[in-house]
C-alpha cells in the first residue's frame, strides 16, 4: 500500500466569472497527503481552498495538472472518497437513519447490514434517539453529526470536509471536534482514514491537525507540522509550539506582521 | 360538531350565495326558450332538472331508459348521472395519469444530458404554444372521436403543463444535494430517483393542482366535439336545446368532483410531505 493517498502535482483551475473575465482560482499547487494523516487547509476566504478540496472530491476537474488518490487520477465523485459539506446536506425528505443508510444502499448493501452499520455510527455520534426523526426536528449541530455520521458509515478511507462546523456556535463545534477526532482515531479496520479539514478557524485547526497547510491567492504557502500531542485543549494551545504556530498562521492570514515583537501596531486590519 | 364550528363561516357564505342565487332566480323570470328560465331555482334544479336527466340513462340493471318509453324515474336520472360521470372521468384520470408520466420523464430528460436536452426542449416549447382548446378538432381528426382521441387530448393538455413545471422546479433543486448524493455513490439514474424526484415534488403540486383544473377544461373540451357520453356531452346536447337549468345543474355536479379531487390531492400530499417543515406543508382543505 502505497504510504500517499492523495497526490496533487501542479494543479490549477480557471473559473470564468459572469463578466468573462478569466479568474486563477488555484495556481500550480502540489503536495501529497499520507495515509491516516489528518490536514487542516486554512487560508483567508477566496484562496482556493474550497476549489481544492472541491479537486479533491471530483466535484470539479482541474484546468491544469493531475490530482490523484489511491493511485489512480480523479475524474469525479466517487464513494471512496466522503465529503461532509459547510452547509446542510442531510436530506430533509429522508428519516436520519435513512440519510446515514444513503451511501450503502448506492452500493447495494443489504438492508439488515446497511441498519447495523447506520445505527452503530449513530450510536456513535449520540444521536441513537432520533434515528427515526425527520431532520426538519434536528438542530443545527446535530445535523451536522448526521452528516458525520453518513460519510463514515459509507467507508470511504479519505475523508473532505469543507469548513463542515463554520455555521455551528462555541460550544458545539467543540463537542464536534471530539466526535469527529474520536470516529477518526478509533478506526475499527486499525488503519486511520485520511482527513482533509478546510477551515479558516485558526484555533480549530491546531487543535485538529497534524499537518496544515496554509494558503493564499491560490497558491500553497506553508505546510506546518503540529506534534502536539492528543487529544488536545484549549490549554493545549497556550504551549508554545502552538502559539509559534498561530503567529504563524496569523501572519499568513495577514492579521499579524512577520514580527510579533517588533514597533509597530502588533494587530494589523486588513484593509 | 367540531367541525361545524370550524367551518361555520365558510358553511355561511356558502348557504348565502345558494340564497342568492334563488333571489336571482325570482327576480330574473326572462326565459331562454318558453319554459326554460335563464336563471333556475333551486326548485326547478332539484327536481324537474334532476329528473330531466334521466334522458340520458341507455337503460341497463333493470332501470329501463327513457328512449325505450319508460317514464322519467330518479333511479334513472342517478344512474345517468353516475354512468355519464364515469365516462367522463376514466378519460380524465387516464389522461391526466399519462400526461403526468410522460410530461414528468421529458421534463427530466431536460436536465438529463446535453444530448437529451437538445432532443427534447425545442419541440416541447414549441407544443406548449400551441393553444390547448383551438387543438381540439384536430385532435378528433387525427385521434379519432373515441376514448383514444380524449385521452390523448387530456394527456397533451395535462403533459406540456407538467414538462414546464418538472423544468422549472428541476432548476431549484438545491445542489447541494446532488453533489452529496453523488459523493455517497449514487448513480445518475438514483440521484434522479432519490433526490430529483422527492425534491421537486413540493413545488410540483402547484402544477399537479394546475393540471386538474386543466384537465377537466381538456375532457369536456374534447366530450364537446364528437362524443356519444359523458358530462360534456350532456352539457352541449342541452345547449342546443336551451335547457340552461341541466347546463347548470353539470356544472354544480363538476364543483363536487373538482373540489373532491383537491381535497384528496391536498390529503395524499400532506401524507407524502411530512419531511416538511410546516411552514412549507400546505393546509388541508377539509
Known amino acids: ?31 501529497a497527503v499520507e495515509r491516516g494523516q489528518f490536514v487542516c487547509i486554512v487560508g483567508p476566504s477566496g484562496c482556493g481552498k474550497s476549489t481544492l478540496l472541491q479537486l479533491i472530491a471530483g466535484l470539479l476537474l482541474p484546468s491544469g495538472g493531475t490530482m490523484a488518490v489511491n493511485g489512480a487520477p480523479v475524474t469525479g465523485p466517487g464513494s471512496d472518497r466522503g465529503m461532509v459539506f459547510q452547509k446542510d446536506s442531510v436530506f430533509p425528505w429522508l428519516r436520519v437513519i435513512r440519510n446515514v443508510e444513503y451511501g450503502l444502499k448506492c452500493r447495494g448493501v443489504d438492508k439488515a447490514e446497511r441498519q447495523r452499520i447506520a445505527s452503530l455510527y449513530l450510536e456513535r455520534v449520540g444521536l441513537s ?8 426536528e434536528l438542530s443545527g449541530g446535530m445535523l451536522k453529526r448526521v452528516a458525520v455520521a453518513t460519510v463514515f458509515a459509507n467507508g470511504a478511507d479519505v475523508l473532505l470536509l469543507d469548513e463542515p462546523f463554520g455555521a455551528v ?73 502552538m502559539v509559534r504556530h498561530k503567529h504563524v498562521l496569523l501572519t499568513h492570514l495577514g492579521l499579524e506582521t512577520r514580527a510579533p515583537a517588533a514597533a509597530g501596531p502588533a494587530l494589523r486590519v486588513a484593509p | 360538531m367540531n367541525w ?37 331555482g333551486w326548485q326547478i334544479v332539484f327536481s324537474r332538472t334532476l329528473l330531466s336527466l334521466a334522458d340520458y340513462w341507455q337503460g341497463g340493471l333493470g332501470v329501463p331508459s327513457v328512449a325505450s ?45 446535453r444530448w437529451t436536452r437538445r432532443l427534447v ?20 381528426l387525427w385521434f379519432g372521436i373515441d376514448f383514444l382521441g380524449k385521452v390523448i387530448f387530456v394527456a397533451y393538455g395535462v403533459g406540456v403543463i407538467f414538462v ?32 430529483i424526484l422527492p425534491s421537486i415534488f413540493p413545488e410540483l403540486r402547484a402544477t399537479i393542482l394546475l393540471s386538474l383544473g386543466i384537465g377537466w377544461a381538456a375532457v369536456l373540451g374534447a366530450e364537446y366535439l364528437g362524443a356519444q357520453s359523458g358530462l360534456g356531452y350532456i352539457i352541449i346536447y342541452s345547449e342546443q336545446f336551451a ?15 373538482a373540489s373532491v379531487s383537491y381535497w384528496l390531492f391536498a390529503r395524499l400530499s400532506a401524507k407524502m410531505l411530512q419531511w416538511m417543515p410546516r411552514a412549507g406543508r400546505i393546509t388541508a382543505l377539509g
Request: aromatic letters at 8%.
Open chain 1, 169 to 241: 456556535d462555541y460550544v458545539t463545534k467543540r463537542l464536534l471536534h471530539d466526535v469527529l477526532l474520536t470516529l477518526w482515531s478509533e478506526a475499527e479496520s486499525g488503519a486511520r482514514r485520511t482527513v482533509v479539514f478546510v477551515t479558516h478557524d485558526v484555533d480549530e485547526a491546531l487543535i485538529l491537525a497534524d499537518r496544515i497547510l496554509v494558503m493564499n491567492g491560490g497558491r500553497l504557502v506553508d505546510d506546518l507540522a503540529v506534534e502536539a500531542p492528543r487529544p488536545r485543549t484549549t490549554d493545549s494551545l497556550l504551549k508554545a509550539e
Open chain 2, 121 to 140: 426542449d425545442l419541440p416541447v416549447q414549441f407544443l406548449r404554444t400551441l393553444p390547448l382548446l383551438a387543438m381540439v378538432p384536430l385532435f378528433q
Open chain 2, 4 to 40: 361545524l364550528r370550524r367551518h361555520r363561516v365558510s358553511l355561511l357564505v356558502l348557504l348565502g350565495m345558494a340564497a342568492i342565487w334563488q333571489v336571482l332566480s325570482m327576480i330574473f323570470t326572462a326565459e331562454a326558450v318558453p319554459g326554460e328560465p335563464m336563471v333556475p
Open chain 1, 129 to 136: 434517539h432520533v434515528a427515526w426523526a425527520w431532520p426538519r
Open chain 2, 69 to 113: 318509453g319508460a317514464e322519467r324515474s330518479y333511479p334513472a336520472a342517478l344512474l345517468s348521472i353516475v354512468s355519464h360521470s364515469l365516462d367522463t372521468m376514466v378519460r380524465l384520470y387516464t389522461g391526466l395519469l399519462i400526461g403526468g408520466i410522460v410530461g414528468t420523464a421529458l421534463g427530466l430528460a431536460v436536465s438529463w444530458s
Open chain 1, 1 to 31: 500500500m502505497q504510504k500517499d493517498v492523495i497526490v496533487a502535482t501542479e494543479i490549477s483551475r480557471e473559473f470564468h466569472r459572469a463578466d468573462r473575465q478569466l479568474v486563477q482560482a488555484l495556481a500550480r499547487v502540489s503536495f
Open chain 2, 243 to 257: 335547457y340552461l337549468d341541466r347546463m347548470f345543474l353539470v356544472a354544480l355536479i363538476f364543483i363536487l368532483y
Open chain 2, 164 to 195: 414546464a413545471g418538472v423544468v422549472n422546479a428541476v432548476k431549484n433543486v438545491p445542489q447541494i444535494y446532488i453533489d452529496n448524493a453523488r459523493m455517497l455513490g449514487a448513480s445518475r439514474r438514483r440521484v434522479y430517483t432519490t433526490v
